[in-house]
């Protein structure tokens, strides 16, 4: 077991998102959250990350309890957050957005073989190196904030909605990257999506969150054709 999340609840002020949730993924794996908007994945993936608070509830990653540990802390235990909407910083060149993904280490040779992974992974990103990111395309973008997090070397990556604002094409291009990393480095990927098909197609298993709680899971191939989740997610 990689990670394990039980009973977690978390809540804005007086108003609770996440009500009991029970997630677990193994070591290798790509494990997909689907649900619609305002289900509360952006929450869970950022209560996992440190940057929301639990209320109650754990979170343990390789058999360490790391509940409400400071973020900074989370990365340096190996878990990283690609951020919904990407959240490059526009003003700095690519290079510089992926150097402070390194931030927590202090390995030169490290840093300089993830830097070489991430260039190998997304070519494009080598090209515009010394371009600001906020010249990038959306795409570009994407591939950076994915990039960012890989420098913080993590084994288990938190995608937080990567298709959001991209064309079909180029969707399907940063999911095909992000699974060669993750059959290629073992790096375990958490990936929620409102985009139902390419998460499922991209996926071992999937978690269905609705309201805040887990309504279904299992096996992607199996959950895809669950009639519950067609009616829901592809129109019947
Ligand atoms: N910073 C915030 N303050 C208050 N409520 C929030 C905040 N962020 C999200 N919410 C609320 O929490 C619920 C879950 O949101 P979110 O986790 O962003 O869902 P999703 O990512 O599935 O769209 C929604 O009802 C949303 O309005
Ligand atoms: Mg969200």
Known sequence: MLIKVCGLRAAYGAVEVLHGIDIEADRGEVLSIIGANGAGK???????AGVVRATSGEI???EKKITNERSDRIVRTGIALVPEG???????????????GAYTLRNRR???DLLDL????????????WQHAGTLSGGE???LAVGRAIMANPRLLLLDEPSMGLSPLMTQEIFSLVRKINSEKAISMILVE??????LEFSHRTYVLENGAIVMS?????????????AAYFGG
């Open 86 to 100: 990407r959240r490059v910083f526009p003003d700095l060149t690519v290079r510089d957005n992926l150097r402070l």
């Open 194 to 199: 409102q985009n139902a098909h390419m998460a």
């Open 60 to 62: 343990i990653y390789e």
């Open 141 to 143: 973008q994407q591939m």
């Open 42 to 48: 952006t929450t869970l993936l950022k209560t996992i």
């Open 118 to 129: 991430v260039l190998e992974t997304f070519p494009k990103l080598r090209e515009r190196l």
């Open 110 to 112: 490290l840093k300089k």
């Open 218 to 230: 299992g096996e992607s191939s199996k959950v895809k054709s669950d009639p519950a989740v067609l």
